[in-house]
């Protein structure tokens, strides 16, 4: 990034400071090392300056797939290893002959890809302003500040004259947006309940499209695995789980017995909910005093739901037709 930087900002524009020495055992050829990355702590084993294998650091009742990947992580043949530049692009990258997905890739020095993204960057920047400069794509990164891509991209695209970032996440972009209305904050990024008040309190878990036994092996930073145990201690207390999900999922698989699996057609959640609101209204087993007291707009939403205002109601046999799920079910 420091090459980056001093090649493409103008001269005086960005003081750069050098990074800490590496630790000791960074130049070792050999041994053990103690470290972490999103799917948890690892011991990482080194031989002759390449990783041969890893295992996870912490004791755990549900073993994490993810921590024995550093070698084939590291050393995969997949990873692209010098700078690459569509050919056409290269040869004219006002006019490029051919689109992206039908070119071949050339590999290129780090001087002269520098050179070519200073140049164009420099060319869109002056040309349209700093809104058509795009840099808010986050995607895979590591722990921490330091090697955190997004993070030094638009450190550099900030001095360089301002960018177009984004909203939301992969994770949570709707939800990030709908919440607000429904609950009064974004909800998914607040405190959430406690993994033991949920396992003492609850007499039904509904998983709904969802795999925590998959998403649990990672986390925004590092993961301390205790969703994975609580997990576990969830199987063992032989309390009910529901899991609505096209998929029949490794979560699925590891309660076994004690999952009732609902699988919908892809894309019909929401006729499934309705379908829900609209049997537990007819039978009345709502809470009117809730809805009536902490909610605005239900009245309107019970029209839509009855067909009063569309002359179409959603009931169980409705939303069957649509979900594949059984009326009954």
């Known amino acids: 990034m420091n090459l980056l930087n001093t090649a493409v900002l103008p001269a005086g524009a960005l003081a750069v400071t050098s990074a800490a020495p590496l630790p000791a055992w960074a130049e070792e050829k050999g041994g053990k090392i103690l470290t972490a990355g999103r799917w948890g702590a690892m011991n990482v084993e080194v031989k002759d300056g390449k990783i041969v294998s890893s295992t996870g650091a912490l004791a755990k009742t549900i073993p994490n797939s993810l921590q024995s990947t550093a070698a084939d992580q590291v050393h995969t043949t997949a990873r692209i290893q010098h700078p ?16 992206r997905g039908e070119d071949t890739y050339v590999q290129v020095s780090w001087e002269q ?14 040309a349209n302003g700093p809104s058509a400069i795009f840099a808010g794509s986050y995607g895979w990164r590591s722990s921490g500040v330091l090697h955190k891509a997004q993070t030094l991209l638009q450190r550099y695209m900030n001095l360089a004259g301002g960018y177009s970032g984004h909203s939301g996440d992969y994770s949570t972009g709707a939800a990030q947006v709908i919440m607000p209305h429904v609950v009064g904050s974004v909800e998914v990024y607040e405190q ?15 998983l709904w499209g969802m795999n925590p036994l998959n998403t649990l092996k990672i986390a925004w930073s590092s993961t301390d695995e205790q969703g994975l145990e609580y997990f576990h201690q969830l199987k063992k207390s032989g309390k009910p789980v529901i899991a609505i999900d096209p998929i029949r999922s490794e979560t699925i698989e590891f309660f076994g017995d004690n999952a009732t699996w609902i699988a919908p057609n892809m894309g019909t959640d929401v ?3 309705l379908g829900i609101a609209h049997t537990l ?15 605005t707009g239900y009245p309107q939403f019970e029209e839509y739901l009855t067909g009063k205002s ?5 009931s169980a ?10 009326e009954r079910r």
Request: hydrophobic share 40%; charged share 25%.
């Open 84 to 99: 690459m530049v569509r050919k056409s692009y290269l040869d004219n990258p006002l006019q490029p002959a051919k689109g």
């Open 113 to 126: 890809v520098l050179k070519l993204i200073h140049e164009q960057h420099d060319r869109i920047r002056k």
């Open 192 to 206: 959430q309940t406690s993994w033991p008040l949920i396992l003492e309190n609850s007499q039904v878990v509904v």
């Open 271 to 273: 006729a499934l909910m």
């Open 281 to 295: 209204m007819t039978q009345s087993k709502h809470d009117k005093v809730f809805l009536e007291k902490y909610t």
């Open 310 to 314: 569309d002359n179409t109601p959603k």
């Open 317 to 326: 046999a409705w939303a069957a037709e649509i979900t594949g799920v059984p």
